[in-house]
Every structure is written in structure tokens, then in C-alpha cells.
């Protein structure tokens, strides 16, 4: 666009020089009266130049004024064009101060509050924003985007959102606060997301949230990485917990919010023998059977007692389970498809189970909506850390017991950190199934430590079906990420040692089990 409007302004420029430079030898041409007085007002490029700027500024004072038949046409473009070219450069110069310099001067007027730099204002960017603003702070919001203002919602106040697009970089060399600045990295490609944290000035009161699927095995303790998907399964799961009469779980949808639906369903609902849950995929044409070749080898079986069975059938065709299945996820890619696919189990079958839609959109009386937008693009998760935390601080409790050479969460390889994250999110169900009466939804510290002390108090029996369940979780995690057994232990290869049934355990090996209990009576909050 400036590019366009540069182009527009030499060809102007040099449509006026054209213009002078016609009229002066037409006006000499007139000469001089009998008494040597010239006939001609303009004779010269500066007179011509002084004609055409009060012309064009619509002065006209008259001083001087064409004569000559050519001089006079060449006037009269003068005077016809001066106005539209004075509008377009008003508006021009308007278009420049509301589009570049008032951003820049909020930002001088701001410099020193917190600030947190936007990628793109997408629906994303509108949540969260809108979710910020809720408390009050002086947070200070730039959009490397220029979209237009006008579409924005009224309850955004625009004297704290910029719009300039230039490079963060350069937008964060003006910041002049000690309050932490953040970048929220959120365009659709993920891959120039990760681009342009790798990039971004690392400093100590920079941080950067990254919406990306890339998984590095060393982060910047700066940089914080989320798969929007990934976040979105794990809230689910921990906002609407298993219960125990659940059975029958129908998902209906594809992509990737099934897959992730189905990775930490079966990380954090693991349960004691005889509570195996069986997930029922519909629609799905998905790669997930490919991707976790172990664990699918292993459902049904003793090393886990959940089952999966994917659908070739329409879910329309088995309307037994449709009525009897525990609950229906509709997590389709596409919201759309989710919306449809509710309106039309209300409208043509029964059903005694909840009915979940994954929207960001809609409210409904008949099922219970898991807003994408709001679950993840809000304050509590992308500022606080709040979803890694417990992992955090499990992975700490573990570097203080081994010493200081134990890696921090930063210098973890993924695959530890995933496994820290998986142990983390299953004390929930652990707190659930020592505390059944309950009905906990939220970890408290009060409500750990009662649960640690009712694992305390357990009888030998019901101790050792507590280590199994661990082991069992532990096993489960291992073959997610396709590790195998092997009597010599490889991580190179994904071979271990203790991927066996937990009655093949030595009884140290057993006894290591309750540390993932003890866990609930540590400070990770």
C-alpha cells in the first residue's frame, strides 16, 4: 500500500512539472506591447510553480493568471485537478497520523506499561484481549496487523490497542518498562510462529507464547510453546472428569482435535482393573492408529484394560450405543460440523448420556459447549503457565531428591516433559479415586494432602492395586510414544526393561510406584 501510494505521488509531481513546463514557452510566446511591456504573467518555471500552488492550495490570488490559448487549457487542468489531488493528499496525511503515527505515539504514551505485542488480530487475539481487559490492568495491547478498527467489538477500548505494522523487534527496542512484556505469537501458521519467536530479542523481561505444533527438545526459558488442540483436550478432560459408572465414550468428529481427545483421554483416565473405558470414533480418517502402533497392540489386553474401536459405519447406524453410550464428543476440526451433528442427534435419536460441542460460538440448554476460544485464549492459561505448572514443579521435586545435574524443565527433551505433564494431570484421577464421595473437579492443596493421608492409611491390599494403577499409567505413557520391551533398556531405540505386566515387577521396582502418590503431600502448587 505505501508502495502504491508513493508511485501515485511522483506521477503526480511529475504530471505538474509536465503541465509548468507546456505553459511557460506557450506564455512567452505572447511577447511584449509596443511600449516593451511583457504580455504574459508567467515567465518563468518559478512563476509557473507559484501559479500552480495557488491553484492547487484553491488561494488563487490572481497575481498572475495565463494568457495564451495553451497557457489558459493548461490552467484550466490546474484548476480541475487541484481539488480531487488536495483531497487525496488530506486524506493522505489524515490516513498517515490515525494509521502510523498515533499507534506510535500510544506506544511513546505507553512505553512504560506492560505490554503485550499481538501477531495477528484474529478471533484469538479479539478473546483474549477482551479476557485481559476484565481486571482492569494497564495492560498496554500492539497488533502487527493492520486491520481495521471498525470491525472490532465496542467493548475494546481503543485508547490501549495499536495497530502498526512494523517488526516486533523493533517495537520492543521502545519499550522503556520494567514490567514483563509479553509477544503472542498466534497466526495461523504455526511454523512462522516458531519462526519468529526463535528470532524475537531474548531478554529477561521478554516473554513469548508461541501457538506451534514444533516440539525442540531445549527451550528458552522465555519462549513458551502450546498446541492450541493439545490445550484445549487436556482442559476437557480435567473440567469434566470421568465418572465412575462411565463406560461407553462416542467421539465423533476428525483431525486434529480427536487425536489429541484420544491421547489424553488415555493418559489421564486410567482407572484400577474393571474400570476400562471403550472409545467409540466415528468419521475419523485420521493417522492416529499409525502414529501410536504399541498402545493400540496393547488395548484390550492386560496391560491395559481400555479399548478403542474406530467406526468405518456412520455413528447414525448404531443408535443402541448412541442411547446408551456415557457421553458424545463432537470435536470435529470444524466447528460448523459440530453444530450440525447436535442438532441432529436432539432432533432424530435418544440419548441418555451429555452431549459435548466443541464451539466457540454458540450457548446450548442440551449440551454442555467447550469454548476453544475462551478455554484456551485467556489470561489464567497463556500468562500464568497455569496447564504446566504442577509438571513444573513435579520435575523440581524430582531435581532436589537426585541433585542439581538433573536437567531443568528448559533442558528437558519433549518426551520427559510430556511424561512429567501425563503424571501431573493424572493426580486428579488419583485424588477421585481415593476421595470417591467427593466429587473433586479442582486440586486444592487442603484436598491433596487429606487424599495422601487416606493413601497412607490403605491396607496392603489396596496399596499394591494403587502401585499397579501407577505402573499401569506409566506403562500406557511409555507406549504412547512406542516404546517396546526389552530386557536391556535403549532410549535411542525406545526399549525398556520395565515395560511388563506389574506381577513380572521385583518388589522394589513396586515399592518406587508410591513416589507418583507421595506427590499429592508435596508444596507443587
Known sequence: ??????????????????????????????????????????????????????????????????????????????????????????????????????????????????????????????????????????????????????????????????????????????????????????????????????????????????????????LDPMITLFDEDDCLARYYWQTYPIERSEKDIIIIGDGSPVDRILERGLLINVFPKGMGLCYHVFGYEGSFREDHREIMLSLGSDRINDNIIFHDNAWQDDTELLFHASRIILCDEDPKNNLSVKNRIHRYFSTEGKIYVFHHGMEASDAVVVNRMKCVYNKKLLLSGIQNKLAVNINELYREKVGDDAPTWEKLSEFHRQANIAAAEHLLTKVRILLPEEDVKTLTPDICHKAYKLFCDLDPEMREICRRLEHDRWMRFYLMYNWIYDPVRDNKKRRHHLLVPFEELSEEERIKDDSAWQVLNEDIF
Not at 511513546?108 to 484469538?124: A, D, Q, T, Y
Not at 483474549?128 to 481495521?148: L, N, Q, R, W, Y
Open 1 to 218: 500500500m505505501k508502495k502504491k501510494r508513493l508511485i501515485i505521488i511522483l506521477s503526480i509531481i511529475l504530471f505538474y512539472i509536465v503541465l509548468m513546463m507546456i505553459m511557460v514557452p506557450a506564455e512567452l510566446k505572447m511577447g511584449v506591447s509596443p511600449d516593451g511591456e511583457p504580455l504574459y504573467s508567467i515567465g518563468s518555471i518559478s512563476d509557473a510553480f507559484w501559479y500552480m500552488l495557488v491553484t492547487f492550495t484553491t488561494v488563487g490570488y490572481g497575481d498572475m493568471t495565463p494568457v495564451s490559448p495553451l497557457g489558459k487549457i493548461v490552467g484550466m487542468i490546474f484548476m480541475i485537478s487541484s481539488t480531487g489531488i488536495l483531497v487525496f493528499f488530506i486524506n493522505m496525511v489524515f490516513s498517515w497520523m490515525m494509521g502510523d503515527l498515533a499507534p506510535r505515539f500510544q506506544i511513546w504514551k505507553h512505553r512504560r506499561n506492560p505490554w503485550v505485542i499481538l501477531s495477528s488480530f484474529n478471533e484469538e487475539a479479539r478473546c483474549f484481549i477482551d479476557d485481559m481487559g476484565k481486571d482492569g490492568s494497564g495492560v498496554f495491547f500492539i497488533c502487527t496487523d493492520e486491520t481495521p478498527t471498525d470491525n472490532m467489538s465496542d467493548s475494546f477500548d481503543f485508547l490501549r490497542i495499536a495497530f502498526l505494522k512494523i517488526p516486533i523487534n523493533n517495537i520492543l527496542s521502545k519499550h522503556r518498562g520494567d514490567e514483563l512484556c509479553t509477544v503472542l505469537l498466534i497466526d495461523e501458521d504455526k511454523y512462522l510462529n516458531y519462526e519468529t519467536a526463535l528470532h524475537i530479542i531474548s531478554a529477561k523481561n521478554i516473554r513469548v507464547i508461541c501457538k506451534t505444533d514444533e516440539t525442540p527438545d531445549e
